[in-house]
Structures are given as C-alpha cells and as structure tokens.
C-alpha cells in the first residue's frame, strides 16, 4: 500500500498511528506530497487535491483520514479500535469528530494567520480559537472517561500533538493539565511515539 501524506499532517499521522496498532505501518509506503506546490500528485488520486489518501494493493484510492483509519482497524486490526455496531462504536466517533474538529480550526487559524496582515480577520481567527477551547475543554472534563485507546483517542492524541505547534495559544498547558497528562502518557506508546510530528 502507499500512503500520500504530508509530513506535519496530523491526519496522516492518524493514520499511520492506526497502521502501527493494526501491525501493518511495515506494508505502508510513505511518499510525502506538497499538496498546494505539487497538485498534480494527489488529483488524480483524490479530485479534492486532500492528504492523506491510501493505495491500495489493487490501485483502489481511499480517502479520508477517518475512512483510511477505519479500514486499517476493520481490515487488520480486528475492529479493536472502533466496534463495529453499538452504542461504543458511536461515541468513538463522536469523539474522533470532535478530534478533528478542533484540528479543522487550527488549520483555519495557521492558514488566516499566514495570509498578508491588511486582509486577516482577526474575528475569523477568534471564532476559531473558540471552537479550539471548547473542544479541549469538553475532552478535559472527559479524561476520566478514558479507556483503552480507541479511534477517537487516537485522534484527540493527534490533534493534542499538532495544535501547539502552530497555534501558540494551545501551548499553554495549564487550562487542560489532566489531558495534557494523558497527552504525555499515550505519547510513549509505540504507535506515538514512532510518528511525532518533526518540523
């Protein structure tokens, strides 16, 4: 299989996470594409010019990170990461979406930030932080809830991983410190530790 991905993605780091738990990140070829300087490289692969997408042994193209993620854990990992029916199934979701959902306004928050400073909006920018505490406060209330490592953890611990690194408020630890405590203690599990972000 080959994975087009981008290097700091937290999406593809969901999923190469999974691909570790699923015994399966050895089958996986990584080839990195800079998806705004190189589109024709992801395209033809996916028509939204988005990473990470897998292909399959067969050619067959699978795209999202949600999607992909679900595929490792249902095709290798024995669904051990999200079950296949039932109430657990639907709250793993949840909270996968909640995940990244908080990612998505990150990502919003770099790319406005990242524009000439005459066209940002700094409303834009707040709108989006207040989507970025609201998450991480719900997930702080929530630590206690906190079982075995499921797809929705996997991608609170992605995003937990990305967020301070390009938004500098999410640096400051100290409003979340049981989910940072968390943060740190899945972050030396394998699958973690083997795919930390290097900027």
């Given at each position: 299989m080959e994975l087009k991905f981008g290097a700091v993605s937290p999406y593809a780091r969901k999923v190469m996470v999974v691909a570790h738990e699923a015994g399966v990140a050895h089958r996986i070829r990584l080839t990195p594409v800079n998806t705004r300087e190189e589109p024709q490289a992801i395209l033809p692969v996916n028509p939204l010019g988005k990473i990470p997408a897998l292909i399959l042994d067969d050619g067959t193209a699978i795209y999202d990170s949600p999607v992909i993620c679900e595929y490792l854990d249902a095709e290798f990992g024995g669904h051990r990461l999200l079950a296949a029916s039932g109430a657990e199934r639907w709250r793993t979701l949840t909270r996968a979406a909640l995940a990244d959902g908080a990612l998505d306004a990150g990502l919003l928050v770099r790319w406005e930030r990242l524009r000439p400073a005459e066209l940002r909006s700094s409303d834009w920018i707040a709108t989006q932080l207040g989507k970025i505490y609201a998450a991480l406060d719900r997930l702080e209330s929530e630590v206690e809830t906190f079982g075995p490592l499921d797809l929705g953890l996997v991608g609170v611990g992605c995003a937990l991983g990305y967020l301070p690194l390009r938004v500098p408020e999410?640096?400051?630890?100290?409003?979340?410190?049981?989910?940072?405590g968390w943060f740190d203690a899945i972050g030396t599990r394998p699958s973690f530790s083997k795919?930390?972000?290097?900027?």
């Open positions: 999410i640096a400051e630890r100290a409003r979340w410190p049981r989910l940072f795919t930390a972000p290097v900027l």
